[in-house]
């Protein structure tokens, strides 16, 4: 099953140290989003990505948070300095094109902060 | 912007009940609509999606969904619910290329 692969699917870090969340689409999609799901919370949109570009980040917080989506390789978000409150799951989707198609979910990673 | 709303959070239902799960968003323009489902612990999986054409959708697992563009509504519903169907549900619009979620409808169906 070549879905949507996220790693890792747990991840833990200290208040301070940085975070990166890698996300491998289904093979053949080049449209890559990042949600984060906040417990007791629906998914919100952060960022979208084609390949090395950044389409729309208007969900992403301005500080700390990065994305990128390489012409090689996965894409990464990336947290600096992580925060209790970074504590969440993001979950990674692709899709064929940017139109009205569907997306895959991956796993998720939820990331614990302590 | 667009904003999706799914007014119930919880929902339970003893086996064979009837469903309905409410979405609501509110752009009225050309939008695509899906609804999909999260089991405990395992990634979105989509259980059906609108474009255009007939307003009623069939899904995957006997679910089905009616699009009423007058009431800007996308509610999806199953006539007689299982124990497996026990997930969390979400209502997506995707307009102007971006999509946006509903908060999410827990269903827990009682043995």
């Known amino acids: 099953n070549a879905g949507v692969m996220q790693n890792p699917r747990h991840l833990v870090r200290r208040r301070g140290q940085e975070a990166r969340l890698r996300c491998s689409p289904v093979k053949g999609h080049s449209h890559v989003y990042w949600y984060r799901q906040l417990p007791e919370e629906g998914l919100k949109f952060m960022v979208y990505l084609q390949k090395e570009n950044i389409i729309d980040e208007s969900g992403m917080p301005k500080e700390r948070f990065s994305a990128e989506f390489p012409k090689e390789g996965p894409s990464i978000l990336r947290i600096q300095q992580v925060v209790r409150g970074d504590s969440a799951a993001y979950f990674c989707a692709s899709s064929a094109d940017s139109s009205n198609q569907p997306q895959h979910f991956g796993d998720g990673t939820r990331l614990s902060i302590l | 912007a667009q904003s999706v709303s799914q007014h119930n959070h919880h929902v339970i239902l003893s086996e064979a009940a009837s469903l309905e799960l409410g979405c609501n968003y509110s752009y009225g323009g050309t939008v695509n609509l899906f609804w999909y489902v999260q089991y405990p612990g395992q990634h979105l999986q989509l259980l059906l999606k609108?474009?255009?054409?007939?307003?009623l959708v069939k899904g995957i697992k006997g679910f089905e969904a009616e699009f009423i563009k007058s009431k800007f509504s996308f509610n999806l519903r199953k006539p007689s619910v299982q124990w497996s169907d026990t997930a969390e549900y979400f209502c997506a619009v995707n307009s102007f290329n971006k999509f946006y979620f509903g908060s999410g409808t827990k269903l827990n169906v009682k043995p």
């Open positions: 609108y474009f255009s054409g007939d307003p």
